[in-house]
Nanobody, 126 residues
Framework: QVQLVESGGGLAQAGGSLRLSCAASGRTSSRFNMGWFRQAPGKEREFVAAISRTALSTSYADSVKGRFTISRDNAQNTVILQMNGLKPEDTAVYYC???????????????????WGQGTQVTVSS
């Protein structure tokens, strides 16, 4: 089993920044590809960013490219989502997810991830 705990959410103004953290524990979590997803009220959960286990490969949704940066510290079993240039449409609950497969690249589809955190709320005011 893998346990994922997100932190760092909160309220920000448009144009501001927030830094989300995902602490992983359990089965060799440093070997997993990791992703961030988000879900706004009334909408489906959508892909935000992903990073491979080696951190050599990253992927971003078009809506956040150039504003968000995903990184990881395998020694600390932590994945970070640095969010800059926040917009009101970034308001959502953000979820960290882990993919224990042997895929070289981190996936962008929800069904590729077996483990999920409880989520952290991000609210951006205009």
């Amino acid at each position: 089993q893998v346990q994922l705990v997100e932190s760092g959410g909160g309220l920000a103004q448009a144009g501001g920044s927030l830094r989300l953290s995902c602490a992983a524990s359990g089965r060799t979590s440093s070997r997993f590809n990791m992703g961030w997803f988000r879900q706004a009220p009334g909408k489906e959960r959508e892909f935000v960013a992903a990073i491979s286990r080696t951190a050599l490969s990253t992927s971003y949704a078009d809506s956040v490219k150039g504003r968000f940066t995903i990184s990881r510290d395998n020694a600390q079993n932590t994945v970070i989502l640095q969010m800059n240039g926040l917009k009101p449409e970034d308001t959502a609950v953000y979820y960290c997810a882990a993919d224990p497969s042997l895929n070289v690249r981190a996936g962008t589809r929800r069904n590729m991830y077996d483990y999920w955190g409880q989520g952290t709320q991000v609210t951006v005011s205009s």
